[in-house]
């Protein structure tokens, strides 16, 4: 099988870039693939794919950019040209751009594949049904929050054109069957992006590293664990660090930068900016915990699945996608009430006074991650497009006898 993933890919910064990096070194592995085209976005560099186990060729074709309005001829071209046997979405509908109409138009790709007669897979790792528009930062009015659902709902329907659109969480399932009679939806979990030997629990000498990872600015805020942190400092002798590892969402440019100057007071506080691939692990490594101080959420969590195979203990919000997540695949951690202070305080002072209920929370999490390993969520994806292969083999059978 040559198969083609339309998707952001280090160096690129556009979302889910790193999800696409091991999709990529998973599906390298898998000896049904021949060869892999990597559909990206224009970067100034090449594409990461400098792999040390062996695996099938992966051809790269940087074909679109953020926020192009000509994104469905470049891409459409290329996979004329490259002429793949399947192709694979990685997408959330800001995917494209954080322009409305160069987001929406390279959501109309998946159906301009399926009408080509190729075997489309749409990965989609969040649906409008489930974004609070406002905590997310796309709009406060309510008025174009109902303008922004109904082209919401419009676009998900083309998406649903593809062969097989698979979510991370059964929600997802349950809303896409119910609201748009859809009957062609896949539950595939999220996964876990690197399996590391379980950790000693223990820790480096010096403070306890309370860590959060992520794009912030618009639903994840980072003031609200600063200010936590300072709570328990003010009432313990427990020495933090804090560690706020990642960049600025790019709706908010220069918000981690205010962060920095407006509590540039806050001793043991760090800013550690974009987090290379190669560094992941240490980071991850050197903290005590990872802390979610999310006000909404929009799918599910590659930082939980990262913190889970690391073995760490998590503060997280107890609302949304989390909170199923935590559910149905066996992560566990103290929750907190995202309007509170005082509750992320406490939640994380448990963690911080108790080593034991650290390392029993990370052991947890540990186990929850390596059960559902990248290898094991490319199979699932591997299986879907050999069922829509058949499909198809079975509707020409039954288009011939019936002629």
Not at 46 to 68: L, M, P, Y
Not at 273 to 280: C, L, M, P
Not at 323 to 339: A, C, H, Q, R, T
């Amino acid at each position: 099988m040559k198969l083609a993933i339309v998707t952001a890919y280090p160096p690129s910064k556009v979302t889910l870039n790193e999800y696409a990096y091991h999709l990529v070194k998973h599906f390298r592995q898998k000896t049904e693939i021949t060869e892999l085209i990597l559909l990206t976005d224009t970067t100034s560099q090449k594409a990461d794919v400098n792999f040390s186990e062996d695996g099938c060729k992966v051809t790269v074709r940087q074909c679109w950019k953020f926020n192009s309005y000509t994104n469905i001829f470049s891409v459409m071209k290329a996979v004329k040209q490259t002429a793949p046997d399947g192709v694979l979405f990685n997408l959330q509908f800001m995917k494209f751009g954080d322009k409305k109409i160069a987001a929406a138009l390279g959501l109309l790709l998946p159906l301009l594949c399926k009408l080509r007669k190729i075997p489309t897979i749409v990965l989609l790792h969040n649906i409008m049904e489930q974004v609070d528009l406002k905590s997310a930062g796309f709009t406060k009015n309510k008025i174009v929050q109902k303008a922004y659902n109904f082209i919401g709902s419009t676009l998900t329907r083309f998406i649903l054109t593809a062969d097989t659109v698979a979510v991370t969480i059964s929600k997802y399932v349950e809303i896409l069957q119910e609201k748009y009679n859809a009957n062609n939806i896949a539950l595939i979990p999220h996964g876990t992006f690197e399996l590391p030997e379980e950790p000693s629990y223990e820790l480096p000498v010096g403070p306890l590293k309370i860590m959060t990872f992520g794009k912030f600015g618009t639903y994840k805020k980072v003031e609200i664990l600063i200010e936590a942190v300072e709570k328990i400092r003010s009432r313990t002798k427990a020495n933090l660090e804090i560690v706020i590892a990642g960049t600025d969402n790019p709706n908010v440019p220069g918000y981690l930068a205010s962060m920095k100057e407006k509590y540039h007071n806050v001793p043991q506080l760090t800013f550690t900016g974009y987090v290379a691939e190669e560094d992941v692990p240490i980071i991850f490594g050197e903290s005590a915990m990872v802390v979610f101080p999310y006000t909404s959420t929009t799918g599910s969590s590659g930082v939980l699945h990262q913190a889970g195979s690391y073995g760490k203990a998590v503060v997280m919000p107890d609302l949304g996608d989390l909170s199923i997540l935590v559910k149905e695949e066996g992560y566990n951690g103290e929750f907190f009430d995202p309007k509170s202070v005082d509750s992320l305080a406490n939640a994380i002072e448990k963690i911080v006074l108790d080593k034991e209920y650290r390392i029993s929370l990370g052991k947890t999490n540990y186990k929850a991650a390596t059960a559902l390993p990248m290898s094991k969520i490319t199979e699932m994806y591997l299986q879907e497009f050999k069922a829509i292969q058949q499909k198809n083999i079975s509707s020409l059978s039954i288009k011939k006898v019936t002629a």
